[in-house]
């Protein structure tokens, strides 16, 4: 489904943050993506959903390369690709509901698919009591599970996970990766980035670690070391 063929990104100043990367995320899988920081987690999730692009080698999803998407048809491929991150990023001045609305607002739905699907996806993250709480009148965790609703509101192939967890108490934490959990086992594609070994270790999946730009080790089964 995801293929990363020599991939290589340097930035400016000659910073290398990824270097002959190699790797093949198969559809329905749950990969955790782990490193310190400045391994490269985020630019290899950025790949992914055309943010940026390779300095050398492929970034394909679904055999096509995303190189070759012209900048007008990215909105389009990026619906492929529910995003989540550590800093919520949600709109402050409206509620849950509209939040997670507001991806279909744009996309042109009806009021009545819009009142049919949000709160479908609200109900599966838990927060079908909250949907007309403002973001300041939640918690942490629950910010979070705004941001996984409206990550899903596309019935994406794929939730990419930056760091989701990292302003998060351990409870909070531990909540959102069962969702991400449950996702998958729905039969959605997860690739998590984290630092926290903690986590990936209780997930007991496949664990891809990063280090200086370069995979260094690539385990099924929540190993650090194959």
């Not at 920081?37 to 940026?52: C, I």
């Not at 009148?137 to 994406?156: D, F, M, T």
């Not at 080790?217 to 929540?222: A, H, M, R, V």
Request: with cysteine; hydrophobic share 40%; net charge neutral.
């Amino acid at each position: 489904m995801i293929r990363y063929e020599n991939v290589g990104k340097i930035f400016s100043g000659d910073f290398v943050a990824l270097e002959d990367v190699n790797l093949q995320i198969e559809k329905g899988e749950f990969v955790s993506v782990i490193g310190h920081s400045g391994a490269g987690k985020s630019t290899l999730l950025k790949l992914l959903y055309a943010e940026e692009q390779p300095t050398s080698g492929q970034v394909l999803f679904d055999g096509r390369d995303l190189a070759t998407i012209k900048k007008r048809h990215l909105p389009y491929y990026r619906r492929n690709i529910g995003t989540v991150f550590q800093d919520f990023k949600l709109l402050s001045e409206k509620t849950v509901f509209r939040n997670v609305s507001y991806a279909l607002e744009v996309i042109g739905k009806t009021s009545q698919e819009i009142n049919e699907e949000v709160p479908e996806i609200l109900d599966i993250v838990g927060l079908a009591d909250k949907m007309e709480k403002y973001p300041n009148q939640l918690s942490g965790g629950e910010r979070q599970k705004v941001s996984l609703a409206r990550a899903l509101i596309h019935r994406p192939a794929v939730i990419v996970a930056d760091e989701p967890t990292g302003n998060l108490d351990p409870n909070s934490s531990w909540d959102i990766i069962k969702l991400l959990v449950k996702i998958n086992d729905l039969g959605t594609t997860v690739i998590l980035a984290t630092h926290d070994r903690e986590v990936v270790d209780k997930l007991n999946k496949r664990v891809v670690v990063l280090e200086k730009g370069k995979i260094v080790s690539d385990c099924k089964k929540g190993k650090y070391v194959c």
